[in-house]
């Protein structure tokens, strides 16, 4: 198998890129490549890393995660996707085996999602374990979902699930391509052993994060989900949202992200089948919560 590391950048993180990238050249015993897509660079930027395998574009403007991380799968050679944050990296040179050895060893393995550890050692983050029972990140498990910049995918899943969809900019792309590659027959798995490490960060951070989070979470439903379901999910995440939030601060743009998503085109309507939703119900997680 060959594998190709996808990794984003907008330019502003030089040394920690610099990491990402040697951390992904430096794995032992596979073929590798690396996408390198600059997304919104200006036009004379270059990568602190110049190596034959790192195949490097640059795109005019920021198009976005689901969009820039398509471009860079389109561009991709190998069997093997892995998605790779630019201020992430792997602290294992071993890891690259580990996924071929998984991939070859289960033919309906579609996705793999990674274990985020913070360098410093601080304590794991809930929401980088994507499923309910998320108290003790060292137990592998099959999941329903994967995080996007620590991870790696079958080529052949990707397409299956339709690639991620570029309208959402970023938050819940993942979870559109993987309820779609269950859809389709591929299983999602969360490796404990697969380890990348991340500076310890909140998601609130970016200034449209709840307009996205409640937008995005009802193109979601609308998109893949069976109506009577799909009522049923975004009725449960918005009483848990207003039980979570509380602060008129964050509930206020996160209704106006709801309702947006409400009166807005979320994009093809694909819903999965209710033998999927099944199966999602018996992985832990029903496509309710």
Avoid at 26 to 47: S, T
Avoid at 205 to 220: E, G, I, K, M
Avoid at 251 to 271: H, I, M, S, V, Y
Wanted: hydrophobic share 40%; aromatic share 10%; charged share 25%.
């Amino acid at each position: 198998m060959t594998l190709s590391f996808v990794v984003l950048t907008m330019g502003n993180r030089p040394v920690e890129l610099d990491r990402s990238l040697r951390s992904a050249l430096d794995q032992k015993g596979v073929d590798a490549e690396i996408v390198l897509v600059g997304n919104g660079v200006p036009g004379d930027w270059e990568p602190p890393v110049a190596d034959p395998r790192v195949r490097v574009f640059r795109l005019p403007e920021n198009l976005g995660v689901p969009a820039g991380r398509n471009f860079g799968v389109a561009e991709a050679k190998g069997d093997i996707v892995v998605f790779l944050d630019d201020d992430g990296y792997y602290p294992s040179l071993d890891l690259g085996r580990r996924l071929e050895t998984m991939f070859a060893a289960d033919p309906k393995l579609g996705i793999v999602s990674f274990q985020v550890r913070d360098p410093e050692g601080g304590p794991a983050q809930r929401r980088h374990v994507p499923r309910l029972r998320a108290g003790d990140p060292d137990r592998s498990s099959e999941v329903t979902t994967f995080l996007g910049g620590a991870s790696a995918m079958r080529r052949s899943a990707f397409d299956a699930g339709g690639g991620l969809p570029e309208n959402f900019f970023f938050a819940h792309e993942e979870t559109d391509l993987a309820w779609q590659a269950i859809n389709a027959g591929y299983k999602i798995v969360y490796d404990a052993e697969s380890v990348m490490c991340h500076p310890a960060t909140l998601p609130t951070r970016h200034a449209s994060f709840y307009r996205y989070n409640a937008r995005n979470r009802v193109w979601l439903a609308k998109r893949n989900l069976p109506w009577p379901i799909a009522i049923t999910y975004l009725a449960v995440w918005a009483t848990m949202t207003v039980l979570r939030e509380r602060s008129p601060e964050a509930l206020k743009p996160w209704f106006r992200g709801f309702a947006e998503g409400w009166q807005t085109n979320a994009g093809p309507r694909r819903p999965i089948s209710w033998r999927t939703a099944w199966r999602m119900t018996r992985a832990g997680r029903p496509p309710i919560i």
